[in-house]
T-cell receptor, first 115, second 115 residues
Framework: EADIYQTPRYLVIGTGKKITLECSQT?????MYWYQQDPGMELHLIHY???????EKGDLSSESTVSRIRTEHFPLTLESARPSHTSQYLC??????????????FGEGSRLTVL | AQTVTQSQPEMSVQEAETVTLSCTYD???????LFWYKQPPSRQMILVIR??????QNATENRFSVNFQKAAKSFSLKISDSQLGDTAMYFC????????????FGGGTRLMVKP
């Protein structure tokens, strides 16, 4: 099992609430990613980070924001949740230097439902 | 831009039999990597197998092997002696060389292994 953890695993909230999905890894990986997995299970990269104080937007436009203040921590925040944000969010990490293996280590996911 | 297509949304196989999952991709790159990832129900996604495009020999990992046809841009996964624990979503993924572990995923194939 990979050492990458996501909380909460499940979250049901009302429209307009602010939420933060937590992601932590203990492998010392420089690179971290957030993927959105829609009901059809397709994965879309929404944010990534190559290290502390580095964040970039992914292929899929998202209203969420991320921060990377510590190597091990990469939280995702939605300031005002809407039903269209209902999805599963997967966090992943990979090695930095020489990290061209394509091996991502995934968390178990956070399933968000916005009513 | 790269695209990855998995044309089989769902498949099933009897325990102990062999199943092949299909994947095609489109790219103008010559150097790249291809992957199969497995996402068991409610568990972390993990890397199953990796293929470097410059290698002609097909990758093999125990019961998992690939059929890589570079000219046809095809990358299928064969699972031999299927086990109940193989039940999962399987994602094909593409990565350009030196792309810093930025993967493009296919839409996934849901595999059910029946006893």
């Amino acid at each position: 099992e990979a050492d990458i953890y996501q909380t909460p695993r499940y979250l049901v909230i009302g429209t307009g609430k602010k939420i933060t999905l937590e992601c932590s890894q203990t492998m010392g990986h420089d690179k971290m990613y957030w993927y959105q997995q829609d009901p059809g299970m397709e994965l879309h990269l929404i944010h990534y980070s190559y290290g502390v104080n580095s964040t970039e937007k992914g292929d899929l436009s998202s209203e969420s924001t991320v921060s990377r203040i510590r190597t091990e921590h990469f939280p995702l925040t939605l300031e005002s949740a809407r039903p269209s944000h209902t999805s599963q969010y997967l966090c992943a990490s990979s090695e930095g230097t020489g990290g061209n293996t394509g091996e991502l280590f995934f968390g178990e996911g956070s399933r968000l439902t916005v009513l | 831009a790269q695209t990855v297509t998995q044309s089989q949304p769902e498949m099933s196989v009897q325990e102990a039999e062999t199943v092949t999952l299909s994947c095609t991709y489109d790219t103008s790159e010559n150097n790249y990597y291809l992957f199969w990832y497995k996402q068991p129900p409610s568990r972390q996604m993990i890397l199953v197998i990796r293929q470097e495009a410059y290698k002609q020999q097909n990758a093999t990992e125990n019961r998992f092997s690939v059929n890589f046809q570079k000219a046809a841009k095809s990358f299928s996964l064969k699972i031999s002696d299927s086990q109940l624990g193989d039940t999962a979503m399987y994602f094909c993924a593409f990565m350009r060389n030196n792309a810093g572990n930025m993967l493009t995923f296919g839409g996934g194939t849901r595999l059910m292994v029946k006893p």
